[in-house]
């Protein structure tokens, strides 16, 4: 199999929840819908499900430490999450999620930026701070490259 192929599929299952069903609790490869070489690398993962259930967990949880890791960069921010009530892993896990399952290797500067945004929009009423906090953090996290 071409290793490319593989590795496109690979992310298309960790960042789908209808493939990670799929693949982890049975069901035809076939139903997915992709071509045919992307529906053999489905099945072979299919095959050892409980294995591949593992895998794209430890990926998932490892984006939400890393999610976590770069609020480190937005200490306002990152202080408002851990004091807010809000179940922080929960929180970061939700993030994760919205954020496309997105891995910013050592960008994180560009995860931070995102993360603020993200609880901006969505968690900013359980941030007990005036409205205009997370764009302070914002700012630095948008001009430092990542």
Do not use: K
Request: proline share 5%; net charge negative; hydrophobic share 45%.
């Amino acid at each position: 199999m071409d290793a490319r192929l593989v590795w496109d599929t690979w992310r298309r299952v960790l960042n789908d929840d209808r493939l990670v069903e799929l693949v982890t609790h049975g069901g035809r490869a076939e139903a997915a819908g992709l071509g045919g070489a992307a529906t053999a690398v489905l099945a072979d993962y299919a095959q050892t499900p409980q294995q591949t259930d593992t895998n794209i967990g430890m990926y998932r949880r490892g984006l939400v430490r890393n999610a976590l890791g770069a609020l480190s960069h937005v200490p306002l921010s990152q202080r408002l999450l851990y004091t807010s009530g809000l179940d922080v892993e929960a929180v970061a896990a939700d993030f994760a999620r919205t954020h496309g399952y997105a891995d910013d290797g050592p960008n994180f500067w560009r995860l931070a930026e995102a993360f603020v945004a993200y609880l901006a929009a969505r968690h900013a009423a359980g941030l007990e701070c005036a409205p205009d906090a997370p764009a302070r953090d914002a700012e630095p996290a948008a001009t430092v490259p990542g």
